[in-house]
């Protein structure tokens, strides 16, 4: 390996984002121990935790811990990785004496609600790949889908059987205990009606004829069988497994699994369908009809879990093939809706997510705004909003493309004008800040950082404030309560950190632009002390600064661009001071600021290592590749030193 000469700098005066990262890793160490005191079992599961009545539920319970390995990846304590672990397994325990997992895996469910449930599980692959008993599960859940044995893929007409589908294969319709739908489901009622071609069923009304009612729930369980685009997101498994072993089969599958959707995409005039039949026919089971499939273009998300699943099918895609066309899937769906948009103020709209939308706007709903349709039915779009911003946001952030980014930017500035760019909300997909966060990343809000971080701590103390003060009660808890009061807040950290947007909450895995590594304890994340910060993402360049807070520790942290391993560093930059004086005499009022220096050198490497004296910081610049390899998990293996310190 090449010897490289890391420049650093003397803090003459500590920048506030660092000191609030820093503060912020400190109070979520406390806060996910308060948590996991107040609401789990010694075994792991969920104190208070009701039975189930349904398929519905799993998600429910392993979602308060989705992103506790990410923090741990991020930098946190080894106590929240094994912590984490052990929630796992407790959890899962919980959910099989529920009769709701069969060898540890889901029965069967939508994959809307499965890819939330996995996340936990691809969080913990990626922090930990070498743990042999997750790798082994990832194996092993993987080949619930690619292996035709097991009965939920068919392969001769390369599709997902059915709507429901996990370790027993695929399940008949929507379960035996749901059949009349009626009108007194009232949280419901924003979706409409989920299906628009039932016989005398015209409107949400109607169903409060109980024969109506009936004659819904028959038809739903009817028509819930062959493929629908939210299955996309069941290729987040088979590549977590290729993240382990490059298992051929796996990365067969999804590619011939994401072109069978390409191919029906482009015999629906690229728009991508939402329903296959059983025999393989798109709209066998709708009289022809491109949409009203199971949580399809008609019900009850529409764009939201449509587009979700399609992109995390063609990011794995884009990883297990290194071609980024299964990404037009995507882009099709984006540009139809903004073609279909207008220009209203949220308050103002029957949008079906509105609850949502309102909360992240605040005062800004009233103003006007970019909407799209988010579904389409028997009279065309309907469902206006604005648009899920992490869709565009990840589609450029994986591409660099200037197409994607002017994409990106005409939503951000369909946003309604805002006075208060950082708000104070977090839900549990804890995503929202990206239109900030491109502006910081685009040199348009330098201050983005330290509001930010602001905002997460007061995230993690209002948890904390909620924990202490509301009262649980088993009887009446909510199944979502301890997913709102996780205190473990993430998507700052890994936009600052790793300069990377939220995880896709509907099972992308995780993804960074850039990794770190403690060098010295050989584990994943940043080293006490230290703080990061990307500054600038640019095609194939990755701006970042890395800061040392201690006064008398020096740190070491390893610096590689992707977390699987995608990327190499070929070049690197660093800034530094020339003729310095640091730290200068005792009788001298200050030291003496040098001229600006940059180094630039080949490196042609995994990572770059960066030694930080104590109190200094490295500004650096990467320039990548693409790794002559494959992706694969990373482990933290010693190996010999590519920088030393300047």
């Known amino acids: 390996m090449p010897e490289v000469r890391i420049l650093t700098t003397p803090l003459r005066e500590v920048p506030a984002w660092a000191v609030l990262e820093r503060r912020l890793f400190d109070e979520i160490e406390a806060a996910w121990r308060a948590f996991s005191a107040e609401y789990c079992e010694p075994d792991g599961r969920i104190r208070g935790a009701g039975g189930f009545d349904s398929r519905d539920g799993v998600d429910d319970l392993y979602e308060p811990f989705f992103n506790w390995p990410a923090f741990y990846a991020l930098g946190g304590s080894d106590e929240i990785l094994a912590q984490a672990k052990h929630h796992w397994e407790g959890v899962t325990r919980q959910l099989t004496e529920a009769g709701m997992l069969t060898d540890e895996y889901e029965n069967g469910y939508d994959w809307f609600h499965q890819g939330e449930s996995l996340l936990f599980l691809y969080g913990l692959c990626a922090a930990d790949p070498g743990d042999d008993a997750f790798a082994a599960r990832a194996r092993r859940f993987a080949e619930l889908y690619t292996d035709p044995a097991r009965g939920n893929w068919d392969p001769d007409r390369n599709i997902i059987r059915a709507p429901h589908t996990g370790a027993r294969g695929p399940l008949d319709g929507l379960g035996p205990e749901w059949q009349a739908y009626s009108a007194g489901q009232h949280e419901m009622r924003p979706y409409g009606l989920p299906l628009e071609h039932v ?59 994401v072109d069978g959707w390409r191919e029906r995409a482009a015999g629906n005039g690229g728009l991508l369908p939402d329903n296959v039949a059983p025999d393989g026919t798109v709209g066998g089971l709708h009289a022809g009809r491109w949409y009203g499939g199971h949580y399809g273009w008609t019900w009850p998300h529409g764009l939201h879990s449509v587009g979700m699943s399609t992109l995390i099918g063609g990011l794995n895609a884009s990883l297990v093939s290194g071609d980024d066309g299964s990404l037009d899937l995507t882009r099709t769906m984006l540009d139809t809706v903004l073609d279909h948009a207008i220009t209203a103020p949220v308050a103002e709209t029957r949008f079906s997510l509105r609850g949502g939308a309102l909360a992240r706007l605040g005062a800004d709903a009233v103003k006007p705004a970019l909407l799209v349709p988010y579904r389409h039915g028997r009279h065309g779009w309907f469902d206006y909003g604005p648009m899920p911003l992490e869709l565009p946001t990840w589609l450029w952030w994986w591409s660099r493309d200037d197409a994607d980014r002017a994409r990106l930017r005409r939503v951000i500035d369909g946003l309604p004008a805002t006075d208060e760019p950082v708000k104070a909300f977090r839900d549990k997909a804890e995503a929202g800040h990206e239109a900030p966060w491109i502006a910081f990343l685009e040199g348009e809000f330098d201050d983005y950082p330290v509001q930010a971080l602001s905002m997460a701590l007061g995230q993690v103390a209002r948890r904390m404030a909620v924990m202490q003060t509301e009262v649980l009660d088993p009887a009446t808890v909510h199944l979502h309560f301890w997913q709102r009061v996780n205190p473990v807040v993430t998507e700052v950290l890994g936009q600052l950190i790793t300069g990377t947007p939220q995880v896709l909450y509907n099972g992308g895995l995780p993804f960074a632009a850039v990794a770190h590594q403690d060098a010295d304890r050989h584990r994943p994340g940043l080293p006490p002390d230290v703080a990061a910060l990307v500054t600038r993402l640019d095609g194939d360049r990755v701006e970042l600064q890395l800061v040392n807070l201690s006064s008398t520790r020096s740190r070491r942290v390893r610096v590689r661009p992707s977390r699987f391993g995608q990327q190499v560093v070929a070049a690197v930059a660093s800034r530094g001071e020339r003729d310095a004086d640091w730290p200068g005499r005792s009788t001298a009022y200050a030291s003496t600021v040098g001229s600006p220096v940059v180094t630039t050198a080949e490196v042609h490497a995994p990572d770059v290592l960066v030694e930080l004296p104590p109190s200094h910081r490295a500004d650096l610049t990467l320039i990548t590749a693409r790794a002559p390899g494959r992706p694969h998990h990373v482990g933290t293996a010693a190996h010999a030193p590519i920088g030393t310190a300047g």
């Open 199 to 257: 016989p005398g069923v015209e409107r949400w009304e109607d169903l409060e004829d109980p024969a109506l009612a009936e004659a819904m729930g028959r038809e739903m369980q009817r028509l819930a069988a062959g493929d629908v685009p939210v299955n996309l997101a069941a290729t987040s498994l088979a590549a977590n497994r290729w993240l382990y072993d490059g298992d051929t089969a796996s990365a067969e599958w999804i590619i011939r699994y």
